[in-house]
């Protein structure tokens, strides 16, 4: 039983430097920003973020109460 927990514990370990290697090694390493709105690719085609559209609705003068 202990052996196992113990193996269970290193295999964690292993599996959350494995991810952070990256970070870890690589200078001024962060994690990397994966919101929609500083997505370039999403941004030249007009997506925003739910809710971002969902504030501006909320602001804008079109007249539409809900």
Known sequence: MLKLVILALALIAFAVFALSVRIIFKRNG?????????????????????????????????????
């Open 30 to 66: 962060r994690f990397p920003n994966t919101h929609i709105s500083q997505n370039e690719a999403l941004r030249k085609q007009g997506i925003q973020c739910a809710s971002h559209d969902d504030n501006s609705c909320h602001q804008c003068s079109c007249g539409i109460k809900e």
